[in-house]
């Protein structure tokens, strides 16, 4: 793979971790499963088929607009 592929790659996957530590904070944080019934429950709740579309759309969005702005300024 070229190095432009590696870098959106990187990108585009630290944005999903982000967005799948964000939702495991809110579970413990917020009324979720995470919070009455530990990690295991909790992990069980965020990664679903929803969540992962989720993930890589707003990823992809993210990654382009970074780009443009890497661009433009």
């Given at each position: 793979?070229?190095?432009?592929?590696?870098?959106?790659?990187?990108?585009?996957?630290?944005?999903i971790f982000?967005?799948?530590s964000n939702l495991l904070m809110g579970?413990?944080?917020h009324s979720g499963a995470g919070r009455?019934?530990?990690l295991v429950p909790?992990?069980?709740d965020i990664f679903?088929?929803?969540?992962?579309?989720?993930a890589v759309i707003a990823a992809l969005i993210?990654?382009?607009?970074v780009e443009f702005l890497r661009k433009r300024l």
């Open positions: 793979m070229n190095r432009n592929l590696w870098r959106a790659a990187t990108e585009i996957g630290f944005i982000l967005f799948y579970e413990f944080t009455g019934g530990g909790a992990i069980e679903t088929g929803v969540n992962f579309a989720i993210g990654y382009v607009v």
